[in-house]
C-alpha cells in the first residue's frame, strides 16, 4: 500500500439529517448510519482498512448559530476518538451560502443584474464575500472554532456570486458572473471608476476589469480567513471544484494566488475512475501548486449514486499510486436502493492494488456548443439564468426531469 496520506469526506450529524432534507425531497435516511460515522468502532475499522490519516468532519452546514449548536457539540463531543486513532480531523465550515430561513433578516446576500437572491441550493442563497458583516459574522465563528482540539480548518463552496455558465476554456463568460449588491457596487466603482457591467458582451475590457475585481475579492475573503486559521497553529485548506473548468471565472477562484494562503488543496469532482475517466489531469495541477493536494470524485454526484463497490475503492488507491497526489474517499451522502446512508465500512476489506488500470487524459475544457454562438441565444440563456435555476434547486420535478443533464455537464 502506498504510503501517502488518504483522506475521507464524510458529513454525519444531526445537521446533516436537516440538511439532506432541506436540499433534496423528503429523502428517506438510514440515521443511524449517519450518527455513527464519528463513532470510535466506525473510524477505528476506516483506519484498519483504508489507511486513513485525515477526515473532512462536519461542523457548520450553515444553519444560524443556535439551530448548529447540537452539530458543533456532536463533533466536539467526539474528538477523542480521532486523537486515538492518529486521525487529523479537519473541521467542515460552510463558504459563501447559508440557510435562508434561519437568517432571513441580514444584508449578506448577494445580487445578480436583475437585483435578485442568488440560489445556492434548495432552501440556501449565496452571500457577498464583500459584505462586511457578513465577514464579521464568518470570522467570529471560524475564532470560535478555532478554541476545539481540531488539527485543521475546512471551508467549501467559496464563490463570488453568480457563477458562470459553462462555457470555452479561457472564453469571458457570456451571462453575468459574481455579486451586484451595494457593497459589490461602491468597491468596484472606488477601484475601477466605472459601474459593475451588467451585460458581459457590451464592454469586454470592462468585463475583464469586474472579473479581475471578483478574483481578487475571492482572494482577500480567503486570506482573512487564512490569517485567522493559520495564526492560531491550525491548518487551512479550501475546497475547488473542478480545475477541469476555468474556476477563474465560474468561481472567482485563482488557485496560484491561494497557494500562500492555504496548507493544502482539495479537489471535488465527477471523475471517479470508470469508463474511460480518471484523474490524470489533476496530476498536473497537484505538481504546480507544491502544497498537498486531495481529490474526492463522484460518479454521478451526491445523492445520484449508490454505494461504491470494493473495486471502486481498489480504483482509488490504485490511482493516487499512479498519480502525485492524495485520494479522498467519499465517505457520505451515498443513495442505494433509495435510502440515503454514509459508506457501510463492514462492506470492505482491505484495497488491492491494480497498477495497469490507469490512463494519463488531460482534459483541455469544455467546448463551446454551437448554440451559443448565437447572441440571441446567449442572451436568453443570460435573461433566465438565475430564475432558471432557482426553479432547478426548488422545483422537484424539474430537478428530477434535468438532474441527469446537470450531470453530464459536470462531467
Known amino acids: 500500500m502506498n504510503k501517502k496520506r488518504v483522506g475521507f469526506y464524510a458529513w454525519a450529524g444531526p445537521d446533516t439529517i436537516k440538511m439532506q432534507n432541506l436540499k433534496f425531497f423528503t429523502p428517506k435516511i438510514d440515521k443511524k448510519s449517519l450518527l455513527s460515522t464519528y463513532d470510535y468502532d466506525y473510524l477505528n475499522e476506516l483506519k484498519d482498512k483504508f489507511g486513513i490519516t485525515d477526515f473532512w468532519a462536519m461542523y457548520s ?65 449565496v452571500v457577498c464575500l464583500n459584505n462586511p458583516n457578513f465577514i464579521d459574522y464568518k470570522i467570529k465563528l471560524i475564532e470560535k472554532m478555532i478554541k476545539e482540539d481540531f488539527d485543521a480548518i475546512y471551508m467549501d463552496n467559496i464563490q463570488m456570486g453568480q457563477i458562470a455558465l459553462p462555457f470555452e476554456f479561457n472564453k469571458l463568460p457570456f451571462n453575468f458572473t459574481g455579486c451586484n449588491c451595494n457593497y459589490c457596487k461602491k468597491k468596484f466603482l472606488k477601484e475601477y471608476d466605472a459601474e459593475i457591467p451588467l451585460d458581459f458582451e457590451k464592454n469586454l475590457n470592462l468585463t475583464q476589469n469586474y472579473l479581475d475585481f471578483r478574483i481578487n475579492s475571492v482572494t482577500n475573503f480567503i486570506s482573512k480567513i487564512s490569517n485567522v486559521v493559520r495564526a492560531n497553529n491550525k491548518e487551512f485548506g479550501t475546497n475547488s471544484f473542478d480545475p477541469k473548468f476555468n474556476i477563474k471565472y465560474i468561481f472567482g477562484t485563482d488557485l496560484e494566488k491561494l497557494i500562500s494562503l492555504q496548507d493544502y488543496f482539495l479537489f471535488e469532482n465527477h471523475s471517479l475512475n470508470f469508463s474511460g475517466i480518471d484523474n490524470g489531469y489533476i496530476n498536473s495541477i497537484s505538481s504546480q501548486l507544491i502544497k498537498p493536494v486531495f481529490v474526492v470524485s463522484y460518479r454521478k454526484g451526491i445523492g445520484y449514486e449508490p454505494e461504491y463497490t470494493q473495486k471502486d475503492i481498489n480504483n482509488i488507491y490504485s490511482e493516487v499510486n499512479n498519480f502525485n497526489f492524495n485520494s479522498c474517499i467519499k465517505g457520505s451522502e451515498y443513495n442505494t436502493n433509495g435510502i440515503w446512508h454514509n459508506l457501510r465500512i463492514n462492506n470492505y476489506v482491505k484495497p488491492v492494488l491494480n497498477n495497469t488500470y490507469f490512463r494519463t487524459n488531460l482534459v483541455k475544457g469544455k467546448k463551446i456548443p454551437y448554440l451559443i454562438k448565437i447572441k440571441l441565444i446567449r442572451k436568453i440563456l443570460s435573461n433566465i439564468y438565475n430564475p432558471f435555476f432557482r426553479l432547478y434547486m426548488e422545483n422537484f420535478f424539474v430537478r428530477s426531469l434535468l438532474s441527469r443533464f446537470n450531470r453530464l455537464i459536470l462531467r
Open 61 to 125: 452546514w450553515g444553519f444560524s448559530d443556535q439551530n448548529e449548536a447540537d452539530q458543533h457539540k456532536f463533533l466536539i463531543d467526539r474528538l477523542d476518538n480521532f486523537k486515538k486513532l492518529d486521525i487529523k480531523v479537519h473541521a467542515y465550515i460552510q463558504g459563501t451560502n447559508i440557510v435562508m430561513k434561519d437568517l432571513k433578516d441580514v444584508d449578506w446576500y448577494c445580487l445578480d443584474n436583475k437585483n435578485k437572491k442568488i440560489n445556492y441550493y434548495r432552501g440556501r442563497y
